[in-house]
């Protein structure tokens, strides 16, 4: 029996160019979907499958993820003195009860497999999944890294959340190709639709062996400088059985600002405060 899935590693170290200047003194993790900040959305995502322990890969700019996941005195005083029950309860519980939060720094912003080899002094040689908090996945029914925690429980399975994409779209994404068997066999990052194996892309939720660390410490900076997770992962194919989930739900790139208003209009619709009223407002647009 191999060892259970502990820890998600949750890289948050990168620039977030894209939303300038929103994210220019404010981590893109913080921004909110409605009322919850996207990294808080991953944190529940990994509470569902189980996970115990969050390991924050963070820099210098991002303190306000931390402290979000911490207590906040003054404020939940202030709320208990106001009777205001049910904010308290939202506000101590942003962390949900029985996990715990590591944070290490990536000194650089060198990649994201640099971003998850930082981790590895937490995690150990274990298997572990790695989360993209700006792949938000609505999943109203179960949770996508809970089917995937899942699949490694019931088959030993190692595993990349995956979706199609139209074809002039394989250069935003890792691409995979896959054998008769539906084994992965080959990623490429960002390839050109041309040369592109497949439409298949991989979206931010991974189930990894301990061994991809030391893969990682093998790759060789790519384009830009940066180390790729994907490449890491591309040396372990052919040892390692890694399959394709295809998750369920609407995955929302809130990393860009259609998808992060996508998200917000899908969440808004469905609140019961606002659900009502914001689709009657909706309408009138
Ligand atoms: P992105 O490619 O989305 O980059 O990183 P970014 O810097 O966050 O955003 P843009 O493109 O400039 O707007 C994918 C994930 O990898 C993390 C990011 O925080 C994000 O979760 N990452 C990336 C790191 O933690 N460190 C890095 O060096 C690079």
Redesign the pocket.
């Known amino acids: 029996m191999r060892a259970s899935i502990q820890s998600v590693v ?11 200047p929103a ?1 220019k003194a404010i ?3 913080m921004l909110p979907v409605l009322d919850k900040p996207l990294i808080q959305l991953a944190v529940e995502e990994a509470h569902k499958a189980g996970i115990k322990q969050v390991v924050l ?3 210098a700019s991002k303190r306000a993820i931390e402290d979000h996941f911490d207590v906040n005195f003054e404020l939940e005083a202030t709320l208990e003195q106001r009777g205001k029950l049910a904010m308290l309860d939202a506000v101590k519980t942003t962390l949900p009860n029985g996990m715990t939060l590591a944070v290490v720094r ?1 000194p ?5 497999g ?3 080899l ?1 981790a590895q002094p937490i995690v150990g040689n274990q298997p572990f999944a790695v989360m ?3 792949d938000f996945i609505d999943d109203t029914q179960g949770g996508c890294l809970a089917d995937m925690v899942a699949l490694y429980n019931q088959e030993q399975a190692y595993s990349l959340a995956v979706e199609e994409v139209p074809r002039d779209k394989t250069d935003k994404y890792g691409v995979v190709s896959l054998n008769e068997e539906g084994r992965i066999v080959a990623m490429v990052e960002k390839p050109k639709p041309e040369v592109a194996p497949s439409t298949l892309a991989v979206v ?1 939720r991974y189930v990894l062996p301990g061994a991809i660390f030391e893969a990682l410490t093998e790759v060789k900076p790519g384009a830009g400088g ?2 790729q ?1 994907t490449d890491g992962i591309a040396s372990l194919l052919a040892s390692e059985h890694f399959r394709p989930h295809r998750f369920k739900g609407v995955r929302y790139d809130c ?2 600002k259609l998808g992060y208003l996508q998200a917000n209009v899908a969440l808004g619709l469905r609140d019961t405060e606002v659900g009502q009223s914001f689709a009657a407002w909706l309408k009138t647009q």
């Open positions: 949750l890289p948050v170290a990168g620039l977030g160019t894209r939303f300038l994210t981590p893109k993790e890969v963070t820099s990536q650089k912003a060198l990649g994201l640099h971003a998850v930082c993209l908090p700006d931010g940066e180390i997770l990393g860009s």
